[in-house]
């Protein structure tokens, strides 16, 4: 085995025992996936203004993942308030020692 090889299972053979323990600390992740590289960049948006702000808040756009492990930008949107109070936690990439994982927007 090479060492290119061996450093490469080393690599996915600690990844794969790290990942469980580690995403259950992270939260929510899209599909449970591990990315090794970094998302694009955000895209620029033109943010419309919301029509009744009480009500509805601006969700901005992420980078998803794909089956192949490509990124593909889900464009942001104008989505309903559960309460005047709630808060909206958008969706982001993190980044750890072992890959970077997706955290799911959610509401507070």
Known sequence: MSLK???RFLFVFGALAVVPLALSACGTTD????????????????????PSPEAEIWRPGYWAINADH???????????????TAVWDAARWVHHTYGWTFQQGHWE
Not at 37 to 49: F, G, K, R, S, T
Not at 75 to 84: D, M, Q, T
Request: without cysteine; charged residues 15%.
């Open 70 to 84: 490509t990124f593909t930008w889900v464009p942001g949107e104008i989505i309903p308030r559960p309460s005047r």
């Open 5 to 7: 090889s061996f450093t």
């Open 31 to 50: 599909d449970g996936v591990v990315v090794n590289d970094a998302p694009p960049l955000p895209q620029v948006e033109y943010i419309p203004a919301v």
